[in-house]
């Protein structure tokens, strides 16, 4: 397959590229995704155990998909020691430190290949990995969230501790949200152009998410 890089994602130490060609075989668009960098806890995705991973991997090496039959990948995005990949059919799969529960697989072990997030039932179009937790946004324009949630990260409130399986974000279920972006803080833009924040920040903590209401005379194009 003539791969051609399309998109990049870098976490605290680890860097993805996502590559897109023909199948040699059905000559059909193909998204494959090499990592390399810190692999302390798997996050570059080469497989076997998370204990026994190659701790640095010097080069490009092809992210082991095989379990899922070769999926093909078109959205790619890292963590500080995780990794998230989202195929054509909106399948979201999460590899790397899992000590939050940020993988969202039901436990808090570290996978060195990538795991598929099976609680999600709906098409996933887009994720952002957070340092500790992910959010992954749907066809419809609506949130989950897994993973950290002592600075509020996950944006459901103070008395949720940190979560191993993806929470359904009711919080912001009244808007159509059409980004997120994920840091030590969580950011979504909603389809009206309204951006709300959660998380961490300068001046304290938000535990639910805030409307940014000085953006409110002005359409959004990226953030």
């Not at 991997?57 to 379990?67: G, K």
């Not at 929470?167 to 951006?195: H, N, Y």
């Not at 961490?200 to 005379?217: E, L, M, Q, W």
Request: charged letters at 20%; hydrophobic letters at 35%; aromatic letters at 10%.
């Amino acid at each position: 397959m003539d791969k051609q890089p399309k998109d990049v994602a870098c976490g605290s130490k680890h860097s993805m590229v996502l590559c897109q060609g023909l199948s040699r075989s059905s000559r059909q668009p193909h998204g494959e995704v090499y990592a390399w960098g810190d692999n302390e806890f798997g996050q570059t995705g080469g497989g076997g155990s998370a204990v026994s991973a190659i701790d640095v991997v010097y080069s490009p090496r092809l992210v082991n998909l095989e379990a899922h039959y070769r999926p093909s990948i078109v959205k790619i995005d890292c963590g500080a020691k995780h990794s998230a990949f989202i195929d054509d059919i909106g399948r979201l799969f999460q590899c790397g430190a899992n000590n939050f529960g940020q993988l969202g697989i039901g436990s808090f072990a570290s996978q060195a290949a990538p795991t598929h997030v099976e609680s999600i039932t709906e098409t996933v179009s887009s994720v952002a990995c957070g340092t500790q937790h992910s959010v992954a946004l749907t066809n419809k324009g609506k949130i989950w969230v897994v993973g950290a949630n002592k600075n509020g990260e996950l944006g459901i409130g103070r008395k949720y501790d940190d979560q191993s399986s993806p929470v359904f974000m009711k919080e912001l279920s009244f808007a159509k949200i059409k980004q997120v972006r994920s840091g030590g803080f969580t950011a979504a833009l909603s389809d009206e152009d309204q951006l709300y924040v959660w998380g961490c920040g300068a001046f304290g903590d938000f535990f639910t998410p805030h409307r940014v209401k000085s953006f409110k005379n002005h359409q959004i194009m990226d953030f």
